[in-house]
Structures are given as C-alpha cells and as structure tokens.
C-alpha cells in the first residue's frame, strides 16, 4: 500500500501474515522514482522517508560536483 512520496520516491507500506492469520510487524520499501526498483527496506516509516531524503541529496551532491568538474576542464 502506498504510504507517502518523499521527493518523487514512493514509500511502500508491506504488511505481511503468519500462517495463524496475525499481522506481522509492517516493513517500508523505498521505490525508485524512475525505475520502481526497489532501493531500501525499513521498519519504520520514518526510517524510509529519511533513506529517501539522503539518496536524493547524495544524487544532487555527486551532479554538482560532475557539473563543476566539467566546468573547471572548460
């Protein structure tokens, strides 16, 4: 079930049974934006959001230094 979108990332909520029918802890997927691959599981919603946040600002920070390594070779 889809629980919320940090940044174009989905954040999946997993609810899982035992064979006895009882709910099992939920667990959270972090989609890719582009692919839907998933990219993280967690336990807590809060954890995944926070995955999301990090691999976008790593994704931002590895394009700017690209960005001025090519504009340093100009």
């Known amino acids: 079930h889809p629980e ?3 940044f174009g990332y989905l ?5 899982e049974y035992e064979d006895t029918g ?5 667990r959270f997927e972090v ?8 990219l993280g599981a967690f336990d ?3 954890a995944a ?6 691999h976008e600002l790593r994704a931002i920070r ?3 230094q ?3 390594k090519g504009i340093r070779a100009a």
């Open 66 to 68: 690209r960005l001025n």
């Open 31 to 38: 989609l890719c934006p582009k692919t839907g691959a998933v």
């Open 49 to 54: 959001k926070r995955f999301a946040v990090v």
């Open 62 to 64: 590895e394009g700017t």
């Open 11 to 15: 954040i999946e909520r997993l609810e």
């Open 44 to 46: 807590d919603a809060h």
């Open 22 to 26: 009882l709910a099992c802890t939920p």
């Open 4 to 6: 919320a979108r940090v």
